[in-house]
């Protein structure tokens, strides 16, 4: 399946773009999203526990379980105000 | 009705909007860019949102308010891009007939938007930039 994921402040920095489409096996869960995250771009390597992470604009678990589609974003950690 | 915007906030026509004859207490509450954060001189802040889940979740938030001080009527700005030193960020209103409650609805809006809003900022030192929040996160 294909999940959308969209970079914000210092992710998109980290990463290098706003958005990216990705396929990823039936089953998926927000955190293997992240670990997969982790494991490609070396400054998130020593956040083993993704942020707070949002499915389709709504706040999810990190065990939340991906579907084909939704669009994913991992929020830093906010300073609105 | 968005809550976000790229221009300059104008608090007053907020309060304009909002202000019923029945009320006898204004509250507003203005985030403004100062210029030191943790020791350092700060010269500007750039910030930056997840703009349609930033919407909901101040809509949600000024909802849960309206329905914990049924007596108050309540609006929000906050604005994005780029700020500098004694510019305005966020404009919250809270109007009812008695004060009490709407310094207490004023109070819990910044309270809950800081905690859960994705918004970012952006601070720029003379060292250079840095997203606010992130380095403590490990």
């Known amino acids: ?6 970079f914000f402040a210092v992710l998109r920095d980290i990463v290098g773009k706003s958005e990216a489409d990705v396929e990823v096996p039936d089953g998926t869960r927000a955190l293997d999203l992240w670990q997969r995250l982790r ?7 020593a956040y083993a526990q993704p942020p707070m992470t949002a499915v389709n604009e709504s706040y999810v678990g990190p ?5 084909d589609g939704d669009e994913v974003a991992f929020i830093p950690p906010v300073a609105g105000g | 009705m968005s809550y976000l915007t790229d221009d ?4 007053a026509a907020l309060v304009r909007r909002l202000l019923r004859r029945s009320d006898g207490a204004l509250v507003v509450f203005e985030g403004v860019v100062r210029d030191h954060s943790e020791g350092k001189a700060v010269e500007s802040i750039f910030y930056d ?14 909802d849960n308010v309206r329905i914990e001080w049924p007596d108050v009527a309540v609006d929000c700005l906050h604005r994005l891009g780029h700020l500098v030193v004694g510019e305005t960020s966020i404009a919250i209103v809270c109007v009812s007939p008695h004060r009490a409650q709407a310094f207490e609805a004023c109070r819990a809006v910044i309270d809950r938007i800081k905690q859960t809003v994705p918004i970012w900022k ?3 030192t003379p060292d250079g930039e840095e ?3 992130w380095q403590h996160q490990c």
């Open chain 2, 131 to 133: 997203w606010v929040g």
């Open chain 1, 39 to 45: 494991s490609q771009y070396a400054p998130l390597a």
């Open chain 1, 1 to 6: 399946m294909k999940v959308r994921l969209l």
């Open chain 1, 63 to 67: 065990e939340a379980a991906l579907r």
């Open chain 2, 49 to 62: 949102a997840y703009r349609p889940m930033a919407e909901k979740e101040i809509g949600a938030i000024l």
């Open chain 2, 122 to 124: 952006k601070e720029r």
């Open chain 2, 8 to 11: 300059t906030i104008d608090t």
